[in-house]
């Protein structure tokens, strides 16, 4: 698979062999070169969040995936749990809206893929493990503050709230989705009054505050779509057309794209 399907910026080097380098699909999975390569020599066995990481990398579709699954001695995603699959709708959005901040979710709210641009504006997003990848999570143990107004910030957390409790009807099998909702719980009183209070029907445009280390502050719009097939969730930010946020967002594209090792914003998703 070419770099640049997998979100990676195109090399100058010529490459003896088609593809993704070990160390670039490593990066994308999460794990080490070395750990890929034991994996092509058998000399290891995927675990199935590796697995499930390694089918969004190398975009296999539902059928390869499943084949890899049985490869490894896996289960596939089976009903009534979260689907955890990128379809070729979030791939498109992710390869063609590559002017603007774009990130896809399950329907827990935890984050599948990103763009580069989303990379540039809030740092590589294959450095977060584990619950920090969840956007539910993150809004309510005070790891996101991006949303610029209180009363749409309370708004905001209240439907993503709401898409979290139908998703816990539509997969009621889902060990990992109800631990979510349980620690949750647990560990903020906010979550908890939301959880226990009138449901949300619908996600609305919010204006988001997010200030970049290199670029300063921008003022964004972010929306909320779904991909109905898949139960997916896309995050989309942009700028008014022709404003200096839309200047400012260009250059952090351009800041992103020269060095995807600048530190982290001061408030992230």
């Given amino acids: 698979m070419p770099p640049a399907l997998a979100g990676l910026p195109g090399s100058t080097v010529r490459r003896r062999t088609p593809g993704l380098r070990r ?3 490593g990066g994308l999975v999460g794990v080490s070169a070395d750990y890929i390569k034991r ?4 000399r290891a066995r995927p675990s199935k969040p590796v697995l499930d990481a390694l089918s969004r ?4 579709s539902r059928e390869e995936y499943e084949h890899l699954c049985a490869l490894a001695g896996h289960a596939p995603a089976g009903e009534g749990c979260v689907p955890t699959h990128l379809g070729s709708g979030a791939r498109r959005l992710l390869d063609r809206l590559g002017t603007g901040p774009v990130a896809v979710f399950t329907a827990a709210w935890t984050r599948l893929a990103a763009n580069s641009s989303w990379a ?6 294959t450095t977060a493990v584990g619950l920090e990848r969840n956007l539910v999570w993150r809004e309510f143990t005070g790891l996101n503050d991006c949303i610029d107004d209180p009363a749409d910030a309370e708004r905001f957390r209240a439907s993503l709230v709401a898409d979290l409790r139908a998703a816990v009807t539509r997969y009621p099998a889902d ?5 979510l909702v349980a620690v949750l719980r647990s560990a903020s009183d906010a979550f908890e009054r939301a959880w226990n209070g009138t449901p949300v029907s619908a996600y609305g445009i919010h204006r988001a505050l997010v200030v970049h280390p290199q670029v300063g502050p921008l003022r964004l719009d972010l929306d909320i779509l779904t991909i109905h097939g898949d139960d997916l969730r896309v995050a989309l930010f942009t700028a008014q057309p022709g404003s200096t946020d839309a200047d400012r967002l260009a ?3 351009v800041l992103g794209l ?3 090792s600048a530190s982290e914003p001061v408030r992230r998703p």
């Fill in 175 to 179: 060990r990992e989705l109800a631990e």
């Fill in 258 to 260: 020269q060095d995807m």
């Fill in 57 to 60: 990398g190398l975009r296999l």
């Fill in 251 to 253: 250059l952090v594209d």
């Fill in 23 to 25: 160390e670039e699909l």
């Fill in 120 to 125: 540039a504006l809030f740092g590589d997003p």
């Fill in 39 to 42: 994996l092509e020599q058998g």
